[in-house]
């Protein structure tokens, strides 16, 4: 069979997941090492696994009583930068594009009109 590794923390995806490698003991520099792997019963089992705390209910992320409305991007200040301003159409060889009615194939390069 096919092996396909994710990182993931979506509970769906990892209830789906034949098998969980869960790092720990905390995020980023505080983690590293494998503190549970499994099927997610392993996982939610594991005294050390904070996913498995998670997903077993045992801790929780209150969700807010009310949030703040998503302002457009000009509303929140954010501007293009030189790059995105200079920033020229590339096909994935690094091949210039011309800008067209027609469209590309991201990998040739080729016209499709």
């Known amino acids: 069979g096919n092996t396909v590794i994710v990182v993931e923390h979506d509970e769906e995806t990892m209830r789906c997941a034949d098998e969980i490698v ?3 003991p905390g995020p980023g520099v505080r983690g590293g090492e494998v503190v549970a792997q499994g099927d997610i019963s392993a996982i939610v089992r594991s005294a050390q696994s904070v996913t498995g ?9 209150p969700v807010p009583a009310s949030r703040r409305p998503i302002l457009p991007r000009a ?4 501007k293009m930068g030189r790059l995105a301003k200079t920033a020229k159409p590339r096909d994935l060889a ?3 594009t011309r800008k067209s009615g027609g469209k590309r194939d991201a990998s040739s390069g080729r016209r499709h009109d």
């Open 75 to 78: 509303d929140r200040g954010v």
């Open 53 to 61: 705390a998670f997903l077993s209910g045992q801790q929780t992320i």
């Open 94 to 96: 690094g091949r210039a």
């Open 22 to 24: 869960d790092f720990g």
